[in-house]
Nanobody
Framework: QVQLVESGGGLVQAGGSRRLSCAAS????????MGWFRQAPGKEREFVAA????????YNADPVKGRFTITRDNAKNTVYLQMNSLKPEDTAVYYC?????????????????????WGQGTQVTVSS
């Protein structure tokens, strides 16, 4: 099995930065890609960013383009989400997810159903 553990959440002022980490353990060789999703109170879970584990291709949601960057460290089995220029509307619980299936192209990387493993979530609160 694979376990995902997120860290790095907290309270940050608008305009500030925060880096989230997601460490994968267990049968990590089975991972094809990882992603970040977020869910604000009263809203549906939405895609934030994703990265393919081998080639490193990345995908970003429009609201975070130019502000958030997803990267990976294969040696540490860890994926990061660097969040800059944070806005109050970025406040949400951020979830790390991993998929153990092949996904070609942008579409499948952006949908939650493509991912079969999820972390427990970490709260990010951006104050105005």
């Amino acid at each position: 099995q694979v376990q995902l553990v997120e860290s790095g959440g907290g309270l940050v002022q608008a305009g500030g930065s925060r880096r989230l980490s997601c460490a994968a353990s267990g049968r990590t060789f089975s991972i094809y890609g990882m992603g970040w999703f977020r869910q604000a109170p009263g809203k549906e879970r939405e895609f934030v960013a994703a990265i393919n584990w081998s080639g490193g291709t990345t995908y970003n949601a429009d609201p975070v383009k130019g502000r958030f960057t997803i990267t990976r460290d294969n040696a540490k089995n860890t994926v990061y989400l660097q969040m800059n220029s944070l806005k109050p509307e970025d406040t949400a619980v951020y979830y790390c997810a991993a998929r153990r299936n092949v996904c070609l192209g942008s579409g499948c990387n952006r949908v939650a159903n493509s991912y079969d493993l999820w972390g427990q979530g970490t709260q990010v609160t951006v104050s105005s």
